[in-house]
Nanobody
Framework: QVHLAESGGGLVQPGGSLELSCSTT????????MGWYRQVPGGQRELVAE???????RYADSVQGRFIISRDAPKKTVNLRMTSLKPEDTAVYYC???????????WGQGTQVTISA
């Protein structure tokens, strides 16, 4: 069992910023890739950002240049800094951890992000 504890999320105006955090246990943080997917009602879950233990990162084209994913080793936490937020960023964001890009992810409980004036 992989435990992922999410925090952050909420309501922000277009153009604003928000940060999500996801903490886990040391054995998971040190070995697994971590990141976020997001999902809108009726839609498929899509990758937002992923970071490896070696801090290699990848992003969805739609968030490239606006979102930054990072690792905080002392806190065993992965952070997603989201800036220049748009209404289309509105979704439930799910933290995940997986051994590799091909592996089935473990999921956090999800946190709502709403971008609205």
């Amino acid at each position: 069992q992989v435990h992922l504890a999410e925090s952050g999320g909420g309501l922000v105006q277009p153009g604003g910023s928000l940060e999500l955090s996801c903490s886990t246990t040391p054995n998971i943080f040190n070995i697994y890739n971590m990141g976020w997917y997001r999902q809108v009602p009726g839609g498929q879950r899509e990758l937002v950002a992923e970071i490896t233990g070696g801090e290699n990162t990848r992003y969805a084209d739609s968030v490239q240049g606006r979102f930054i994913i990072s690792r905080d080793a002392p806190k065993k936490t992965v952070n997603l800094r989201m800036t220049s937020l748009k209404p289309e960023d509105t979704a439930v964001y799910y933290c995940f951890a997986r051994r590799s890009i091909e592996a089935t992810p473990w999921w956090g409980q999800g946190t709502q992000v709403t971008i609205s004036a």
